[in-house]
């Protein structure tokens, strides 16, 4: 499975953007899907994962009310609509898949198989 990440941006404060992770195969459908950010010289930090059906999300507390995560599997694409954007939130964002996942490991990088390339998102002040 290749994940397409799109929609980043220079945005000022307090504006929106909408991110999408289009994925090559229909199998995507029964993946937990999450998304991450890195900003430079921090780790990789786990922002939301949604289920394979969108029945259960997760955010970090960082992002909680202000993102929402989506996804239509009939376009194999999953969507992050961020609103209210800070400074703190500039970084790139990575999409990321996995067949299998237990609910308690959805904010571990390495459990996902698979990735997108990353977008970048810059919030300015």
């Known amino acids: 499975v290749q994940l397409q990440a799109s929609g980043g941006g220079l945005v000022q404060a307090g504006g929106s953007l909408r991110l999408s992770c289009a994925a090559t195969?229909?199998?995507?459908?029964?993946?937990?899907m999450g998304w991450f950010r890195q900003a430079p010289g921090k780790a990789r930090e786990f922002v939301s994962a949604?289920?394979?059906?969108?029945?259960?999300?997760w955010y970090s507390d960082p992002v909680k009310g202000r993102f929402t995560v989506s996804r239509d599997n009939a376009k194999n694409t999953v969507y992050l609509q961020m609103n209210s954007l800070k400074p703190e939130d500039t970084a790139t964002y990575y999409c990321?898949?996995?067949?299998?996942?237990?609910?308690?490991?959805?904010?571990?990088?390495?459990?996902?198989?698979?990735w997108g390339q990353g977008t970048q998102v810059t919030v300015s002040s």
């Open positions: 990321a898949g996995a067949p299998r996942l237990p609910f308690s490991l959805w904010r571990t990088p390495s459990y996902y198989t698979y």
């Open positions: 195969e229909r199998t995507f459908s029964s993946y937990v």
């Open positions: 949604i289920t394979w059906n969108g029945g259960t999300t």
